[in-house]
């Protein structure tokens, strides 16, 4: 387990240099197979694949070295877009009011989302705390977890996928990490029942969302079985925290800010988290 404290559909033009052979770790490219329509990070290779991680979509996929092409664009308008979209605008020194946001416990399979996950709290000057876990081990932690940071929201995320040629979404063992979600999520609320004193925000690209919110999260993906953004879990929670405790939230609002919307993430109407006191 590590710690780590505070601290897509998109637009390409390619100049192909490389074509499948002679690419190596860590360099970006994209699939002919699938039109570009993804960036992919390389991590790990053999004699005929390449083992791929989607840089901004919570995805991990593999492709033959010959339908690999390296992306050389230093730009990409459509996540640009999105960041400016997502990007905290909450004042909490506009007037003689003070805030307190709600408290982040973000556990994540990944690193790198889990890094940007933190810093996007950071910037909103949110307290939040991220725990590095596999998927498969995050039912048996997240109990002693809660006990100990006593958070507001947990976010429960990683890596997932729906098999779809089993051509059988009701099933969750046709999705590869859901069931590892569910059972996290039915431990959280082990913790604490109530949907208001604990907000929770679970699931990953392709996520089984009926399981989950069954299960008791606030906020499931994916109700249309799509891949999400590396910051979508982030972006929910971060709104959560900055959310009056004494209003309903405005769930649609809140879902429209995601990079999918509700196709992408879905959830259930409750309070806030944030309360506001006087004087400064």
């Not at 082990?190 to 919110?213: N, P, T, V």
């Amino acid at each position: 387990m590590i710690k780590m404290w505070n601290n897509s559909h998109f637009f390409i033009v390619l100049i192909i240099k490389l074509i499948g052979d002679g690419m190596k770790i860590g360099d970006l490219v994209t699939r002919i197979s699938h039109n570009h329509d993804m960036v992919f990070v390389i991590t790990d290779e053999d004699e005929e694949n390449y083992y791929l991680k989607g840089v901004n979509i919570r995805l991990c996929a593999d492709c033959k070295k010959s339908d690999a092409v390296l992306y050389t664009d230093k730009e990409d308008k459509d996540e640009d877009d999105y960041l400016k979209r997502i990007k905290p605008e909450f004042d909490m020194d506009r007037n003689d009011y003070f805030y307190l946001p709600g408290k982040i416990l973000h556990i994540d399979a990944d690193d790198d989302y889990l890094s940007r996950c933190i810093k996007y709290y950071n910037d909103a000057h949110i307290w939040s705390i991220g725990i590095k876990e596999d998927e498969k081990n995050i039912p048996g932690s997240i109990y002693n977890l809660l006990e100990e940071y006593r958070p507001s929201i947990v976010v429960i995320t990683g890596h997932d996928a729906y098999y779809q040629r089993k051509n059988d979404s009701s099933n969750i063992n046709n999705y590869k990490n859901s069931s590892y979600f569910v059972e996290a999520v039915k431990e959280a609320r082990r913790y604490e029942k109530s949907h208001e004193k604990l907000i929770i925000i679970a699931g990953a690209c392709q996520s089984d969302y009926e399981e989950l919110i069954k299960a008791g999260a606030n906020f499931a993906s994916s109700p249309k079985r799509i891949n999400i953004h590396a910051l979508d879990p982030a972006v929910v929670a971060t709104l959560m925290s900055l959310s009056d405790a004494n209003k309903d939230i405005d769930l649609k609002s809140i879902l429209d800010k995601t990079k999918y919307g509700s196709k992408g993430m879905g959830g259930i109407r409750t309070k806030g988290t944030m309360y506001i006191g006087y004087p400064r």
